[in-house]
């Protein structure tokens, strides 16, 4: 039984590790989110600050998925 | 985790609820550290206000220049979006923005407890926000609020499939929007605790961990400062669907 245990826990820490690359994509998004933002800034500096909320919004939206996966390896490491 | 000399701290053991008069059971009704951290942070809130804006100067000092600071920044953001109809509304959404900005600030306090890093907290604020926009959209506009769903502008032939897309997007929203909250304050918490165990472990060394310390707190600082005022526009544009079913 104790192996079957430690088995199980290894495949969870495993899966929680995985889950851990989600976050590259959410990075990938900010990235996008906030580079797209400022080459338009930079075109037209005027109209920037009035954007200001709506690149927050973006950046909030692909953010969640990035804390969905680390909602999941919390969730793999802590809740069984 | 920390082996043998120096303390052992773990990342995760700051966001334990624990009673506060000892005893291990917990109730609804219990008092717990989440229970003292809220009040502290709605008593820093209500003084805050009550000290700022109780002279009234014409050259505000520092506390007037805050409170007023807060006052127009909510204030600016909802008439942005929503326009003079949301202001009805301003508020329960002062209130939140308030309330969810201190009590992530608390948490840098060293020994503080982050209240908004419980999922218990954030989906009762998440949820009485889904409510708020539904109730309130629902009788203003009765059976028109189901133009939420209905995009108008799309073409004819890709109108049901959006409304289904529309549909799931609206009941996944409190979910998302109480859980980018608590995420966020709890790997931001775990990060500064993880140096921490760094700087226990390392003995003459800990110089180095202390200084990122320094860093990822300057980071968090800008953190719980970004997810109070995410959470606080999102409800405004939620509420803007309310408001405005439909058309913009």
Sequence with gaps: MA????????????????????????????????GNYLSGALRNPSAASSQTATMFIGIAFS???????????LLLMYAQ | MATEGGPNIHPMEQFVVKPLFGGHELNWYTPTNVTLWMGIAVLVAVTLL????????????????????LYGFVYKMIEDINGKAGLKYFPYIFTLFTFILISNTLGLVPYSFTTTSQAAVTVV??????????????????????????????????????????IISYFV????????????????????????????????FSFFPIIAIMAVLGLELIVVFIQAYVFTILTVIYMNDALHPGGH
């Excluded at chain 2, 804006?53 to 000092?61: E, N």
């Excluded at chain 2, 979910?175 to 003995?203: C, D, E, T, W």
């Design chain 2, 173 to 204: 929203r409190p979910v998302s929007h109480s859980i980018r909250l608590m995420g966020n304050m709890m790997a931001g918490h775990a990060v500064i605790k993880v140096f921490a165990g760094f700087a226990g472990v390392l003995g003459l």
């Design chain 1, 3 to 34: 192996a079957e245990n430690e088995l199980v826990q290894m495949g969870a820490l495993i899966g929680a590790g995985l889950a851990c690359t989600g976050m590259g994509g959410a990075a990938i998004g900010i990235g996008h989110v906030v």
């Design chain 2, 50 to 69: 009550i000290i700022g804006t109780r002279r009234r100067a014409i050259v505000p000092t520092r506390s007037q220049l805050l409170a007023e600071g």
């Design chain 1, 63 to 73: 953010e969640a998925l990035g804390i969905f996966s680390f909602l999941v390896a």
């Design chain 2, 125 to 166: 604020l998440a949820l009485a926000v889904f409510l708020t926009v539904t109730i309130i959209g629902l009788v203003k506009n009765g059976v028109g609020f189901l133009k939420v769903f209905w995009i108008s502008s799309a073409p004819l032939a890709l109108r049901p499939i959006l409304a289904i897309i529309e």
